[in-house]
C-alpha cells in the first residue's frame, strides 16, 4: 500500500467512525426514520468530498478534529441528495453502491424524511457551537455550504437535469448543470477544510477554488465516462442510465476519447493551479489524480 | 382595526416581503425551480412563526431588520415542510392555502427539489455574515434552527405521525409526536427572535421556552379542532382528513369539548409564564390569544 492509500484508508475510516456517531442511534425514536438514516449514509462511498476537506485542511495546517466535522457536514449533504435523487419522482434508481436504494429497502415517505433530515442534521454538526475558534468563519463556512447545497447550487443543479432529460444540451450548458450539480459541493469541500486552518490571503483562495473548479468538473467528466463504459457490477448502480434515459453526457456531446482527454486536461489544470504551494498540497494533487483515475 | 391587528397585518406585510426579496428571481435559472419555490412560499399563510418570532424580538428589543432574517428562514423551513407533506408519498394533499399543491402545479420532482432548496436557503440567510453583531451568538441559532427541523425535531414527528396512520396512539405519544412535528419549529422562532436582542438570564429563556412549549402544542390542538369542526372552503385545504385516515388526534382521544378545554389551559399557563416580563412581553401574550382562538 502506498502512503497515498494509507493516508485515504485512515481518513476513510475516520470519516466512517465520525458519521456513525453523529447520526442519530436506532435506539432513539423514531427508531425507523433513524434506522433509515444510517443505512443512507453509512458502509459504502468513497467518501471523495470529505478527503478532499482532509486535504485542504492539511494546506491550511488545520485542526484535524475540526476538519471531521466540517467532512462529515459536506458528506451528509451529499447523502441526503443521493437518497432523494433515486427516489421514483427523479432518477427512479433501486441500486446504490451495491444495495437497494432507501425507497426500495424502506419506503419513499421515510426516503423523502431521511434526505430532509440529514440535510438538517449536516447543518447542525457545521453549527456546533465552538466548532471554529473565530465564530464569524462558523458563519461563513456555513453559508458556503448552505449555498452549494441550495437552488443556485447543487439542487439547482439536479433541476437543469431533470429539465434536460431526452433535450439536446450544448456544452456550455451541460457545463452549467455540472459546475452547479456536482460542481459546487466539491468546492464547498475544499473551502470547508481550508477554512478550518490559517487564513490564506485572497490570490490563493483563487487558486485553491480553482484547484476544487477543475475536479468537480473532471469528476463529472469521469462519471459519464465509467456510465457509458462500465457494468453495473464494477460500478455498484445502475450503469449506461444516462445514454438510456437519453440524457446529455460528455461523452455523447464529445465521444468516449475526446472526453478522456478534457479529463486528462483538468486533471494538468488542477495540478497548475496549485504550483504556487509547497509540499503541503501534495495531498490535493494525489487527490486530483486518484478521482481522474479512478474506475469505480 | 386593533392595534394588535395593525401590528400583525404590519409585520405579515413586512414577512412577505422579505421573503420575496430573500428568494430567486425567476428571471434567474433554473428558472421552473425558482418558480415553484416562489408559488410554494409567496402569498399565503399566516406567517404565525415569524410573528411569533418578531414578538420575542421585542421582548429582548431586538434590532427588527435582524429579527426579519430569522424570521423567514425559520418560515422556509416550515414551507419546505409542507412542500414535502403534501406529497403522494406522505400526506398526498391537492389543496394548500386554496391553491393546487406544488406538486399538482407543477409535478413531484419539482416539489421534491423545491423544499430540498428551501431548506438549504433558510440556512444561507440565517448564516448571513454579520446578521447578528455576536457570530457565536448566530451559530447557537444556526444550531438551534437546525436541531429543530431534524430527525428529533420537525422531520422526525413527521415520521413518528406516519407511523401512527391507523394505530392507537396513547396520549404520551401523541404529545411526543406534536412536541417535535410542530412544537420544535415554533419553540426555534420564539428562541430565535429572543437571541437577535439582549441576552436574557437562564430563568427568563426557561420561562420563555415554557410559553412557546405552550403555544406549540395549543397550536396543534386548536389544528385538530379546526380539521374536526371546519368545511375545506373555510380552511383552505383538505378538511376531516385525520378523521378519514383514522389519524389519532386530540379530538379522537379527548372528544371536541376537552381538547377545546385543554386549548383554554394551554392558553393560560402561556400567559402565566410571562407574569415575570413587563409589557415588553404584551404582542406574545396577544399571540396565544390569536393562535388559540383562530378559526383558520
Avoid at 435523487?85 to 453502491?97: G, S
Avoid at 424524511?113 to 453549527?127: M, P, R
Avoid at 469521469?222 to 450503469?239: F, H, N, R, Y
Wanted: glycine share 8%; hydrophobic share 45%; net charge negative.
Amino acid at each position: 500500500m502506498s502512503d497515498f492509500q494509507a493516508w485515504m484508508a485512515g481518513h476513510q475510516e475516520r470519516v466512517e467512525a465520525a458519521l456513525s456517531n453523529a447520526l442519530p442511534l436506532t435506539s432513539h425514536a423514531p427508531t425507523r426514520l433513524h434506522d433509515a438514516m444510517r443505512y443512507a449514509v453509512l458502509g459504502g462511498g468513497k467518501r471523495v468530498r470529505p478527503l478532499l476537506a482532509f486535504a485542504a485542511g492539511e494546506l491550511t495546517q488545520a485542526d484535524p478534529a475540526r476538519v471531521e466535522q466540517a467532512a462529515i457536514a459536506v458528506e451528509l449533504i451529499h447523502a441526503y441528495s443521493l437518497v432523494h435523487d433515486d427516489m421514483p419522482a427523479m432518477d427512479n434508481d433501486v441500486l446504490r453502491r451495491g444495495k437497494p436504494t432507501v425507497h426500495v429497502e424502506f419506503d419513499e415517505a421515510t426516503a423523502l424524511l431521511v434526505g430532509d433530515a440529514l440535510q438538517s442534521l449536516a447543518f447542525e454538526i457545521l453549527a456546533q457551537p465552538g466548532l471554529v475558534e473565530n465564530a464569524a468563519a462558523q458563519v461563513r463556512m456555513l453559508n458556503s455550504l448552505a449555498s452549494a447545497s441550495g437552488s443556485h447550487g447543487m439542487a439547482g443543479g439536479q433541476a437543469i437535469d431533470l429539465a434536460s432529460v431526452g433535450k439536446p444540451l450544448e456544452m456550455p450548458e451541460l457545463e452549467f448543470m455540472h459546475i452547479l450539480k456536482t460542481g459546487a459541493l466539491i468546492r464547498a469541500s475544499v473551502t470547508l477544510g481550508a477554512l478550518c486552518g490559517k487564513a490564506l490571503d485572497a490570490t490563493a483562495m483563487g487558486k485553491l477554488d480553482h484547484y476544487s473548479k477543475c475536479v468537480g468538473l473532471a469528476f463529472q467528466v469521469v462519471d459519464d465516462v465509467l456510465d457509458a463504459e462500465a457494468s453495473t457490477a464494477t460500478l455498484g448502480k445502475t450503469a449506461g442510465k444516462d445514454a438510456a434515459q437519453n440524457k446529455p453526457t460528455y461523452v455523447s456531446l464529445l465521444g468516449l476519447t475526446r472526453a478522456k482527454d478534457l479529463a486528462e486536461e483538468l486533471r494538468t489544470d488542477a495540478h497548475d493551479a496549485l504550483l504556487g504551494f509547497g509540499p503541503e498540497a501534495e495531498r490535493l494533487k494525489q487527490l486530483a489524480d486518484y478521482i481522474i483515475n479512478r474506475d469505480f
